[in-house]
């Protein structure tokens, strides 16, 4: 399956993070080209790795001073209600990344770690989810999600939710002028 928002994005995330000091990224495989060094992305629920701790893989993660301080899932197909606010509560409930190319510890998430949900509207008119960007649900959603965080005891303390077709998140559009305003203000705080 081709993966063009995924692709496009990771691209927009690495130019970012070139611009800027501090930042470094890490991509999944359907983010970047093939055989350049991108791995699934596994959130574990301690330090501990196992299938029994591990919660989800994200498509990109961003690290600020030794922390993940940004989470960035991509979704292309199905951008229901349920499916936007389950990889939300599987990160939020993660206490960090562990990956190879980390040392195989637990790079903790920071104290006021960032989700970044983007979502793919090029299909939209295609599928039952059309009603979706219509109604103005995905604005309500994020309203209500902003309202409840941070979850008790838990570390994701932002959530924006981005929305449009590849041609949004290439250089120059509103797409990727947002996801970059939303890096920067994360490296500020």
């Known amino acids: ?3 063009h928002l995924h692709r496009v994005v990771g691209d927009a995330l690495l130019e970012i993070a070139e611009e800027s000091a501090g930042m470094e990224v890490l991509l999944d495989p359907a983010c970047g080209a093939p055989n350049t060094g991108c791995h699934n992305l596994p959130l574990f629920l301690s330090s501990k790795k196992s299938n029994a701790t591990e919660v989800c893989n994200v498509d990109a993660v961003v690290f600020v001073d030794g922390a993940v301080k940004v989470v960035v899932e991509i979704e292309e197909a199905d951008v229901g209600p349920t499916q936007i606010c389950g990889k939300l509560l599987t ?3 993660a206490e960090g990344l562990i990956h190879e190319t980390c040392g195989k510890e637990l790079v903790p998430l920071a104290d006021d770690a960032v989700f970044v949900q983007v979502l793919d509207t090029a299909g939209l008119n295609r599928t039952r989810s059309a009603k979706v960007g219509d109604s103005g649900q995905w604005r309500n959603l994020e309203a209500a999600i902003t309202d409840i965080l941070p979850l008790k005891g838990k570390k994701v303390t932002t959530y924006k939710l981005l929305y449009g077709g590849v041609l949004d998140f290439q250089h120059g ?10 890096l920067r203000a994360a490296l500020r705080e």
Do not use: I, N, P, S
């Not at 559009?173 to 939303?182: A, N, S, T």
């Open 173 to 182: 559009g509103e797409g990727r002028k947002k996801l970059d305003q939303v």
């Open 91 to 93: 990160t939020a409930l």
């Open 1 to 3: 399956m081709e993966h």
